[in-house]
């Protein structure tokens, strides 16, 4: 009490302080509020001040800007005026100089003109005489030509002739050598088919014996074959039995090594959790780990054991029984009190054994749908009566839970574990996932232990069959007759090959032996032929060449007149053009004088009316300057007064931005000021706070020391300071630390009392307050869940919506355009494959030319096909039109009608769209508006040359 006493009055006195420093700093803070509302007073009173003086800048800024806007307009003016002056200057300089030029032309001009008129005239003569001597030529030579030609046409007929029989005698002659070539050919070959007749007699009864031998041979070797071949596929029916064993005996491995390896893992597991008893308090823990207490004592989970099914159900039941350890006195139940308490450990039960043996359970009821508990577990004999006493009575229920029996004197509780009844409560909730693995720990440790070791024995002599069959198989394996049966089968077929290649010898020489005497038959017919031929060619061979002796003769008479004639032919055609080519120059240079005199004329012409257009342009000139110079004299009188006026303006605006200035940085002042009281405040309001909270903190631990002193002592903090006892008095000398430690001491004393749990309250709160943070999550999840839900299914529909308005606009687009690509009376369609999902849906797309009835666009044409690509493409561009599309040769597969229909419809969409097409095709490229042909005019250097066609039009 006294040092509840002294921490109390220390706290008073210390809040008393906090109270006053609080007091004087909130009178400062009230002060500076003041200050901040007359800063602000005066702030807006020169704001206002400031938006009146910029009101009046920008006005004055505006006339001074409009001011030098229309003297600008001014100098402009005045510039273009004298540019035009000067520009008119030298117009007129220039109409001089091509005056006097146009003059002195035009006395050139006259003079030339009669100097070619008497040119003309002499030449005009010397071409009338010229012509009449080219008359009189051209008569002797067309004379000439016709008795040239007849003499020719006579040659050339004769010649003709001569040639023709000479190449029939060539043909004759020709014939008549071939036959007496195939008359000796046909002789020889008689002589040799006689002798080839004996010869492969001989040899076809050669044949015969060889083919009687590889006949024996053959059959030895098969038989041989068939031997081994029934020893080599018994064998493999051995291997291939062996094999299949090997590999039932490899599975039974592999599922005997899984077994074991998830029974060693479930031993290891549960070896661990009993060995670091894990799921019970320390207590428990402790106790198994303290060598002078009786560490193998059970605990009542290892001494029972029962079926997988049950396990959860009793483990509910037997829940305030699990970590009971079960003793046989009650000496070693104290030693382990004894323990516990000096190291501060905890508590725990224990059954004591002995205390048990005179009691006897009831004996069991029956119920339709309960069994009594005693009759699923098992345990050892010597724990029957402690058994019998807890679960007396007790009956697990395999029906549902509204199959309970209603028999008060007894607990039922149902199998799942989730109920337990009893006379005057019900008790349960949900089951946990990790309940039932307690009971029969030990039990079941040991169990699986003696299933390890049988497993492991068993995987051991599965192992040792294994490596048996592999070497069973080994042998079988070497024992193979593949080999001598692949050389047996080599031979054989040689031999076979061998057999083959003489039959089909014997084959050949019999039917040799045939044709050779249909040969020698057809031979004869052929020599008696050809002697009836030779005879009938070889006069009438002679008779053709003393024919062509003659003709040659008369040809040559021919050709030597025909050369005199050609002679003097070509005498009299030099003659006739010299004349000619002497007539068509002088004829030429008439014809020049003529052209050079129309020159010179109506240059004499454009000359006069250069002069006239020259001279009332020069008349103009001199008019327009006479009234610049006149306007200039106005214009600089003006421009002075402008500038007088500009600078009375800019004074004003000057003193009006001095005034502007000079208030904005009054304003500067007066904003910093007030910045400086305002930080002033925000330091005394954090330095309120800093109190407030100090203050609020030493309530908070008089408002605990309170509540403690009524909790534990029962005394109010109002009358402490009244009490004055003998234990007041007793500790009033004493010092702070003095009464501290006996503080520590009477706490001490107070923990050793018993344990207890202070963080149960704060532990709950915790797993309360992460309860309704995990709700709180799983509800926003739901609600997020929800929202995006709805929205994709807003987006599908708007997409869905979007999708088909544009599905069917492409639709009765490429309508449209497939009949102006192909004719109105063609069908062409847009479908889905599936209407009910649009957006994953296929498109099929017909076209139906008329007069086809294709199945699908594969069976159209390549025309057919690009027209319809054509199509399609054109409708997508209806729907959303692009700047500018690209054709890479999509007219190549054409021919011209439907090119003339793509160019049409490309020329069409050209309005709104530029149009790049690659093509090869003339009338693609003739119905473009420009062409850019690439060229290499270099080796390696490539240039574009472009051809606008708008031009040409």
């Not at 010649?159 to 190449?167: F, I």
């Not at 020391?705 to 006892?725: H, W």
Request: proline share 2%; charged share 35%.
């Amino acid at each position: 009490m006294a040092w509840a006493r002294r921490n109390v009055a220390r706290q008073q006195q210390a809040l008393e302080q906090l109270h006053k420093q609080f007091q004087a700093e909130n009178d400062l803070k009230v002060s500076l509020n003041k200050q901040i509302a007359e800063a602000d007073a005066e702030l807006e009173k020169a704001k206002s001040s400031l938006i009146q003086k910029e009101k009046l800048l920008a006005g004055r800024q505006k006339t001074l800007n409009e001011h030098v806007a229309k003297t600008r307009n001014y100098e402009s003016e005045k510039k273009i005026k004298n540019e035009r002056l000067r520009f008119l200057s030298d117009k007129s300089e220039s109409l001089r100089e091509q005056l006097l030029q146009d003059k002195q032309s035009l006395e050139r001009a006259s003079f030339s003109i009669q100097s070619l008129h008497q040119e003309r005239e002499s030449a005009s003569k010397m071409l009338q005489e010229n012509e009449q001597s080219l008359g009189l030529l051209k008569n002797e030579l067309d004379e000439q030509k016709l008795k040239t030609q007849s003499i020719e046409n006579e040659h050339s007929y004769l010649d003709q002739s001569y040639r023709k029989s000479k190449d029939e005698l060539y043909s004759i002659v020709k014939d008549l050598e071939i036959k007496e070539i195939q008359l000796n050919s046909y002789k020889a070959e008689l002589e040799k088919t006689a002798s080839d007749t004996s010869e492969k007699s001989a040899n076809l009864a050669q044949f015969e014996s060889k083919l009687k031998l590889l006949n024996e041979g053959l059959q030895l070797k098969e038989t041989e074959l068939n031997a081994l071949t029934k020893a080599e596929e018994q064998l493999q029916r051995t291997i291939e039995s062996t094999e299949k064993t090997i590999e039932v005996i490899r599975e039974e491995k592999q599922q005997t090594a899984r077994k074991l390896d998830a029974r060693q893992n479930e031993y290891n597991l549960t070896k661990s959790l009993v060995d670091n008893l894990e799921g019970f308090p320390e207590a428990i823990k402790f106790l198994k780990k303290k060598a002078n207490w009786s560490k193998h004592a059970p605990l009542l989970s290892d001494i029972i054991s029962c079926d997988e099914k049950y396990r959860v159900t009793i483990e509910n039941y037997l829940e305030p029984f699990m970590n009971y350890y079960i003793l046989d006195s009650e000496e070693e139940a104290f030693m382990a009190i004894n323990l516990l308490s000096d190291a501060a450990k905890g508590k725990a039960h224990f059954f004591i054994l002995n205390k048990f043996d005179k009691y006897h359970a009831r004996d069991a009821k029956l119920f339709d749908n309960a069994i009594p508990a005693t009759e699923i577990v098992e345990y050892e004999n010597k724990y029957r009566h402690l058994v019998a006493h807890i679960l007396d009575d007790v009956y697990i229920v395999t029906g549902p839970e509204s199959s309970i029996p209603k028999d008060p004197e007894s607990v039922f509780v149902t199998q799942n574990g989730k109920i337990t009844k009893r006379k005057y409560s019900i008790s349960g909730g949900s089951v946990g996932l990790f309940e039932g693995k307690r009971i029969g720990r030990a039990k079941n440790l040991e169990k699986l232990q003696q299933t390890v070791k049988k497993l492991q024995a068993k995987l051991e002599e599965i192992e040792d069959n294994h490596k048996q069959k592999i070497e069973e198989l080994e042998q079988l394996k070497a024992r193979t007759r593949k080999i001598p049966i692949d050389l047996l089968q080599k031979e054989i077929n040689l031999l076979r090959q061998e057999l083959v290649s003489f039959e089909t010898k014997q084959e050949q020489m019999a039917g040799l032996l045939n044709s050779n005497t249909i040969r020698r038959e057809d031979i004869i017919d052929h020599i008696g032929n050809l002697n009836e031929e030779i005879s009938e060619l070889a006069p009438r061979a002679g008779q053709m060449k003393s024919e062509l002796e003659c003709s040659s003769q008369k040809i040559i008479e021919l050709h030597d007149q025909l050369h005199s004639f050609k002679e003097l032919l070509d005498e009299k055609s030099k003659r006739y053009n010299e004349e000619n080519i002497l007539f068509h120059q002088r004829q030429n240079k008439v014809n020049s004088l003529s052209q050079e005199i129309s020159f010179k004329e109506s240059s004499k012409e454009s000359a006069l009316q250069r002069i006239d257009k020259n001279n009332r342009d020069l008349q103009r000139n001199e008019e327009e300057i006479k009234k610049l110079l006149d306007s200039n004299d106005i214009r600089e009188d003006e421009l002075v007064a402008l500038y007088k006026e500009k600078e009375s303006i800019e004074q004003g605006v000057n003193e009006a931005e001095k005034d502007y200035y000079a208030t904005r940085g009054y304003i500067d002042e007066l904003d910093k000021k007030q910045r400086m009281i305002l930080s002033k405040k925000e330091n005394i309001d954090g330095l309120l706070m800093e109190l407030q909270n100090k203050s609020n903190e030493l309530k908070l631990e008089m408002s605990a020391v309170k509540e403690r002193l009524s909790v534990e002592f029962e005394i109010e903090l109002a009358n402490i300071r009244q009490q004055d006892d003998d234990a007041t008095h007793e500790h009033h000398g004493l010092s702070d630390e003095e009464l501290q430690d006996k503080v520590v001491k009477f706490k001490n004393s107070l923990d050793n009392i018993g344990p207890i749990n202070p963080m149960a309250m704060e532990a709950f709160e915790e797993i309360n307050e992460r309860y309704k943070f995990i709700n709180t999550q799983k509800e926003d999840l739901i609600n997020a869940k929800t929202s995006l839900m709805e929205t994709i299914e807003q987006i599908d529909s708007v997409a869905r919506d979007t999708f088909l308005e544009a599905f069917n606009k492409i639709k009765e687009n490429f309508i449209r355009v497939f009949r102006s690509l192909f004719t109105d009376e063609d069908d062409c369609d847009l479908r889905l494959l599936n209407p009910e999902n649009p957006l994953e849906s296929a498109i099929e797309i017909i076209a139906k030319p008329k007069g086809k009835k294709p199945l699908s666009i594969s069976q159209l044409s390549g025309g057919e096909k690009t027209l319809t690509a054509t199509s399609l493409l054109f409708s997508i561009y209806l729907l959303k039109p692009a700047p500018f599309c690209i054709f890479d040769e999509v007219d190549a597969p054409l021919d011209d009608a439907n090119i003339d229909k793509f160019n049409s419809i490309v020329r069409k969409f050209s309005q709104e769209s530029q149009f790049i097409i690659v093509t090869h095709n003339k009338r693609t490229m003739a119905s473009t508006d420009i062409i850019y042909g690439i060229t290499m005019i270099e080796q390696g250097v490539s240039r574009v040359v472009p051809v606008d066609l708008r031009e040409l039009d």
